[in-house]
T-cell receptor
Framework: AQSVTQLDSQVPVFEEAPVELRCNYS??????LFWYVQYPNQGLQLLLK??????LVKGINGFEAEFNKSQTSFHLRKPSVHISDTAEYFC???????????FGAGTRLFVKA | GAGVSQTPSNKVTEKGKYVELRCDPI?????LYWYRQSLGQGPEFLIY????????DSGLPNDRFFAVRPEGSVSTLKIQRTERGDSAVYLC??????????????FGPGTRLLVL
C-alpha cells in the first residue's frame, strides 16, 4: 500500500531563514509526487510536482523539492522564507497511471518576524 | 476565471439525517475528485470521476456515502444516516483532462460538515 508521511507537524522558523519540510513516501512502483499549500482561509493550491525526469523540481514562490528514489523522500525547501509563507503544506502522491492521490497529514509552517 | 465552488460552505445537521454537498468544477474540467479532511489530517481520497462515471470509488468509507455527476460537470456527494464521525471538511477538486492523478488538481474551498 502506498503512504505519504510528513515527518514534522509544525515547523517554526524566523523570517529570512532557510526551511526544509520533510516528506517520505512508500511505494514499490513509479510514483508522482506533489506539494500543495493551504493559506489561512483558502483552498489548497499546487506548489510543485514531480512526474519524471529531473529530480530537482522548482515551484512557485521560490520553493523547490528534490525527489530521492533511494531514500524515498521528496523534501520541500526554500532558502529564505517570508512571513507570507506561513501556511499548511501538504505532500501528496500516488502510483503513476493511477487516480488515487494520497496526502500526508500536513506540516504547519510558522514564520516569525 | 471562476474556480471550483462548493455549496454550502457550512452545514450543520443532526445524527441520522441525510445531507447533500455540491461541487461546481472549473468549466471544461473533465476529472473531478472528492476528499474528506478531518481535523489535523490531510485530505483523504473518496472518489474520482472521469466525465460522468466514477473511475475509482475505493475511498468511500461505506455504503452511506454516494456521489453522482450525471452530466459530467456538477457533482453531488450524498451522505445518508449521518454519524458524528462524518464531521469533517469535504473538499472537491477538478483537473482539466483525463491524465489521472498526475494532473494538477484545483481545489474548492470545501464544505464544513458538522453532525450533532
Amino acid at each position: 500500500a502506498q503512504s505519504v508521511t510528513q515527518l514534522d507537524s509544525q515547523v517554526p522558523v524566523f523570517e529570512e531563514a532557510p526551511v526544509e519540510l520533510r516528506c517520505n513516501y512508500s511505494s514499490s512502483v513509479s510514483v508522482y509526487l506533489f506539494w500543495y499549500v493551504q493559506y489561512p482561509n483558502q483552498g489548497l493550491q499546487l506548489l510543485l510536482k514531480y512526474l519524471s525526469g529531473s529530480t530537482l523540481v522548482k515551484g512557485i514562490n521560490g520553493f523547490e523539492a528534490e525527489f530521492n528514489k533511494s531514500q524515498t523522500s521528496f523534501h520541500l525547501r526554500k532558502p529564505s522564507v517570508h512571513i507570507s509563507d506561513t501556511a499548511e503544506y501538504f505532500c501528496a502522491g500516488g502510483r503513476t497511471g493511477g487516480f488515487k492521490t494520497i496526502f500526508g497529514a500536513g506540516t504547519r509552517l510558522f514564520v516569525k518576524a | 476565471g471562476a474556480g471550483v465552488s462548493q455549496t454550502p460552505s457550512n452545514k450543520v445537521t443532526e445524527k441520522g439525517k441525510y445531507v447533500e454537498l455540491r461541487c461546481d468544477p472549473i468549466s471544461g474540467h473533465t476529472a473531478l475528485y472528492w476528499y474528506r479532511q478531518s481535523l489535523g489530517q490531510g485530505p483523504e481520497f473518496l472518489i474520482y470521476f472521469q466525465g460522468t462515471g466514477a473511475a475509482d470509488d475505493s475511498g468511500l468509507p461505506n455504503d452511506r456515502f454516494f456521489a453522482v455527476r450525471p452530466e459530467g460537470s456538477v457533482s453531488t456527494l450524498k451522505i445518508q444516516r449521518t454519524e458524528r464521525g462524518d464531521s469533517a471538511v469535504y473538499l472537491c477538486a477538478s483537473s482539466p483532462d483525463l491524465g489521472g492523478g498526475e494532473e494538477t488538481q484545483y481545489f474548492g474551498p470545501g464544505t464544513r460538515l458538522l453532525v450533532l
